[in-house]
Structures are given as structure tokens and as C-alpha cells.
């Protein structure tokens, strides 16, 4: 819902892998009445925090434009994580015929996206190679521990992969796999003065910038501006 007149806070929901330390800061230089909460949730819950009980969201792209407002923000790298002594740790980069042969492991929470399997055009034409579909587990932390024991290979988006980062895999970049969008996401009936401030900050606009000060802020500069450029009244003689 929008946040009241005078709000003393700005829920802000925060998806898995995404890091505000940045925007945060920003936010409490030149907001610092206004706390930031942050509200940690799962992907697949998060366009409803916005839309139940919280102003905004960084959230994993698409989401509903009948409903919400959305800038992206980034695309990340994709990576592929496998056991350390695995034959890929031998290449920088792989590709998803590099996978072909290995099992896929996609969890519940998975976060690409993975293009629809689409009918083959020409008779006989060999399709693309890949890897083979394998179990889904039921979230990414289990598929991380699934791939140390051998059972498969998971891609993902690199900030999950720092997030749940272990010393006995390896990591290379997928440079054909799916990708996973940021983006800053509200609603289209919450667009508040405090949302245009978030706004400005992961736009990365300055603390003068018109549209990324409050009106009140906006109006008092512009009056100050008018009273300098206003010359004084000649007293008539």
C-alpha cells in the first residue's frame, strides 16, 4: 500500500542476491528522518510484499505491468557452478553445449530465464546441445549442496552464486545461458514522493536534481531562486 503523509519509514523489498549497501547510504544522507527498512524476501513472494505491504522492491524481472512500474537496473552474468575437479574448470568461460551430457539441476526457486523448448522446424535437423533436464530440488541452497555431492550441475545467476558460495566448487561464466533482470518495482496506484526518491538514488541522480527532491524541497529552492533573480523596487522620487 502507499506510504502515509510523513512517513517515518520506506519498506523496501529485497530479493535474494540483490545488494542496497550502496543505495542505502545514499538513502540515509540525504533522507536521514526516514528510515530505510528493508524486507528480505523470496523471489517468488516479493511482487506481492509490493503489493501488499511494501513501497517498492528490488525485484527479478518481469513482473506484471498492469500492475506494476518497473526500471531495470542490471542483467547479471550466469554462471554454471561445478565440483572443483570438474572437466569445465579447465575453460574461463563454457557455453550450453559445454554442459551437453551433464544433468541440469533447476530448483523450485530458480530465477532464469529459460527459453520454451520449441518443435524442430526441419525434419531431421539436430537440435542445439545442452545439458539433460535433471531432479528439481526444492530450493537453491539444496541444489548447491546436490552439485558438491556430484549429482548434477546448477546454473544461476553470479549473485546467488556468491550468495551461497562454497570452497569446494568452481564457477565459470554460462555466456549463452539465460539471464536473470534487477529492477526497481511499485505499483502504479503507489507512486509517492519517497518512491521518487529511491527512484533518483538507483538512477544514480544528484541530491539537486528537481525530480529527485521532494516537492516541498523543490518549492523552496525555486522561491529562493525567484527572490535573487527579482531586482529591488525603485523608490520614486
Do not use: C
Request: avoid cysteine.
Amino acid at each position: 500500500m502507499p506510504q502515509p503523509p510523513h512517513a517515518t519509514s520506506f519498506r523496501l523489498a529485497v530479493v535474494p542476491g540483490v545488494t542496497v549497501g550502496k543505495w542505502a547510504r545514499m538513502w540515509a544522507e540525504r533522507l536521514p528522518g526516514i528510515e530505510l527498512e528493508v524486507l528480505a524476501v523470496e523471489a517468488a513472494q516479493a511482487a506481492a510484499r509490493v503489493a501488499d505491504d511494501a513501497a517498492a522492491g528490488l525485484l527479478r524481472l518481469p513482473v506484471n505491468p498492469t500492475v506494476f512500474h518497473a526500471i531495470p537496473l542490471y542483467t547479471e552474468t550466469t554462471v554454471v557452478a561445478v565440483p572443483r575437479d570438474h572437466l569445465l574448470t579447465a575453460a574461463a568461460e563454457v557455453t550450453l553445449a559445454d554442459l551437453a551430457g551433464e544433468a541440469l539441476l533447476q530448483p523450485a526457486d530458480d530465477v532464469l530465464a529459460w527459453p520454451t523448448p520449441q518443435p524442430a522446424t526441419e525434419p531431421g535437423r539436430a537440435e542445439p546441445a545442452g545439458p539433460s533436464a535433471g531432479v528439481a530440488p526444492p530450493s537453491t541452497a539444496v541444489a548447491v549442496e546436490m552439485v558438491a555431492a556430484g549429482a548434477g550441475v546448477l546454473v544461476m545467476p553470479q549473485s546467488l552464486a556468491r550468495l551461497h558460495h562454497r570452497r569446494d566448487l568452481a564457477y565459470r561464466p554460462v555466456i549463452d545461458g539465460p539471464t536473470s533482470s534487477v529492477g526497481l518495482v511499485w505499483r502504479r496506484d503507489g507512486h509517492t514522493d519517497l518512491v521518487e526518491q529511491m527512484i533518483g538514488i538507483v538512477r544514480g541522480r544528484t541530491v539537486n536534481s528537481t525530480r529527485g527532491t521532494t516537492p516541498a524541497a523543490t518549492k523552496d529552492r525555486t522561491a529562493a531562486t525567484r527572490q535573487r533573480r527579482t531586482p529591488p523596487r525603485r523608490r520614486g522620487r
